[in-house]
């Protein structure tokens, strides 16, 4: 089953157990349960510290628990991890053995003081680049958690549970059988949701920084870059950000990263943060920010966030980045992970055989509409202008396949469902002013970004008619001491390599700022 190059892999990854394991499966049937004791087999003829049972006795078959030996599982593989989840499947079995996770001494410190008793379930897709993150998170909780345990299920493994659960959105997770989170979320995000205490003791800690030199909002490529830059120069720089990484973490193929081929967004993000973090930077994550306040404040500014926390600083680096568009018509927010999806290559799986149509005829809405198809039975792409704004290249592409059909001039005016899922959308022909129905199952949103910056409306920082933060070719905004950078502003080409830029220059613009007024 698995080729000789991932079993060469995955043997030497073997040799850093730091005691002997099990994999336990538990059968039934059923082919897949045939493709179950196949792969455990395989992997534990890798190594002589593995050993392979099939009398395993969770309820959900076919699947594949691995504990120590002796102890009963519970980290759990519903389905093969392949694809994105090898990674999942490489550090469960590191990890249960007793290796230790690559994490913070304080996270793993609140891991550990959880207490936590439950069943956390994970529905995938293997093909999900959001997935693993939260497969891994969830299985480190049951490890040190001796009362909780970690399922990841492959939603193509079990179809008929996820349309009775009616899943049409991956990473989705379930505690104890309730929805508990969808979409990506890190370790942090998870364990910080699960702490009930979290988030007064992170207000306090907050409460007790100093002022900052330089204080950045945001931890996308614009934020890393800017805190890279003014860490050099060797003043108080502090990054307060709602997720470290920010969109980049939701984009799958990044190829126009001068001088890196092509990687993938989290990798990307990973490594933005890995750069921060080699420098003396004061990283708060998992911080949603409320208001900025300047005036009298001894010449400092103040960000409010929404713990109730405060922060002072000397200048401030507006980073906040984007957010994907929405349609804004009835029935979008009711049906979304439930038929309205923003990820094709996460969700896409979910509608195999099925009928979706696809908002938005950039780049973005094009490439979709490709990679859709060869899955779905058919796809529909609808757009608001009379042609296709997307490339030549990706435009031919489309054309070539059989199960497209492109709508121009096309304004989605409505999503229909049953109150459960998705059953179809409306649209108004903008030149014959008719209305139309499409009966289908899913609609992918692709019609762009919006700035975030709804929380600056009041701040007396300029906004251009788009919400955009308005910047001078200094990164300078209407407020003196704090500048912008990256997607947030009206700087235009909305790109990392762009952004990161955009970042070093508010940087440096800062630091000149401090100079002078000092």
């Not at 659960?165 to 505690?175: G, N, T």
């Not at 979709?368 to 009379?386: P, R």
């Not at 209305?435 to 009041?458: A, M, S």
Request: aromatic content about 6%.
């Amino acid at each position: 089953m698995l080729e000789q190059a991932i079993k060469d892999q995955l043997a030497t990854y073997l040799q850093r157990l730091e005691a002997p394991i099990e994999i336990v499966a538990s059968l039934d049937e059923s082919d897949k349960a045939g493709k179950i004791r196949e792969f455990v087999t395989e992997v534990a003829s890798l190594s002589d510290q593995v050993t392979a049972r099939f009398d395993g006795t969770n309820s959900r078959r076919p699947s594949f628990g691995i504990a120590k030996i002796g102890e009963q599982p519970r980290v759990h593989f519903a389905g093969l991890p392949m694809g994105h989840e090898f990674t999942s499947l490489i550090l469960a079995l590191l990890q249960v053995s007793g290796y230790a996770p690559k994490i913070s001494d304080e996270l793993l410190n609140q891991i550990k003081a959880l207490n936590l008793s439950s069943n956390l379930e994970v529905f995938v897709s293997l093909s999900c680049h959001n997935c693993p993150d939260v497969v891994q998170a969830l299985n480190l909780i049951a490890i040190y958690n001796p009362g909780t345990q970690a399922t990841m299920i492959d939603g193509a493994f079990f179809q008929q549970e996820v349309e009775q659960r009616q899943i049409l959105a991956v990473p989705m997770v379930f505690k104890d059988s309730e929805q508990f989170g969808q979409g990506r979320m890190t370790l942090e995000e998870i364990v910080t949701k699960l702490d009930a205490n979290s988030g007064a003791r992170d207000a306090e800690k907050i409460n007790a920084k100093d002022v900052f030199d330089v204080l950045v909002v945001g931890g996308g490529p614009a934020g890393a870059a800017a805190a890279v830059y003014a860490a050099r120069k060797g003043i108080n720089t502090g990054v307060v950000a709602e997720r470290f990484g920010g969109q980049v973490l939701d984009t799958l193929a990044i190829e126009n990263f001068i001088s890196v081929a092509e990687t993938e967004g989290p990798k990307l993000a990973a490594a933005l943060e890995q750069h921060v973090r080699a420098y003396d930077v004061d990283i708060m994550n998992l911080q949603r920010v409320k208001q900025l306040k300047t005036g009298d404040l001894d010449d400092l500014i103040e960000i409010e966030l929404e713990n109730g926390a405060t922060l002072k600083s000397r200048t401030v680096i507006l980073s906040t980045g984007a957010r994907w568009r929405e349609m804004n018509v009835p029935g979008e927010e009711q049906y979304k992970t439930k038929g309205v999806a923003f990820c094709p290559h996460c969700d896409g799986p979910l509608f195999k055989g099925k009928r979706v149509a696809v908002i938005g005829g950039g780049n973005s809405g094009v490439e979709a509409a490709i990679d859709l198809a060869g899955i779905v039975k058919e796809v529909t792409l609808l757009e608001f202008d009379g042609k296709l704004r997307a490339d030549a290249v990706l435009q031919k592409k489309l054309a070539s396949l059989p199960n497209v059909r492109v709508i121009t001039s096309a304004q989605t005016t409505e999503v229909l469902g049953d109150g459960q899922k998705v059953t179809g959308l409306v649209y108004k022909d903008r030149i014959g002013d008719s209305l139309n129905t499409i009966e289908l199952e899913g609609i992918f949103v692709q019609i762009g970004l919006l700035p975030n910056t709804d929380w600056l409306k009041t701040s007396g920082v300029e906004l251009s008619p788009r919400g955009e933060i308005v910047v001078d070719a200094r990164g300078e905004t209407s407020v003196p001491g704090v500048f912008a950078a990256g997607d947030a502003t009206t700087t235009p080409y909305k790109q990392i390599i762009i952004a990161t830029g955009e970042g070093a220059k508010a940087a440096l613009s800062a630091f000149d700022y401090l100079i002078r007024s000092n």
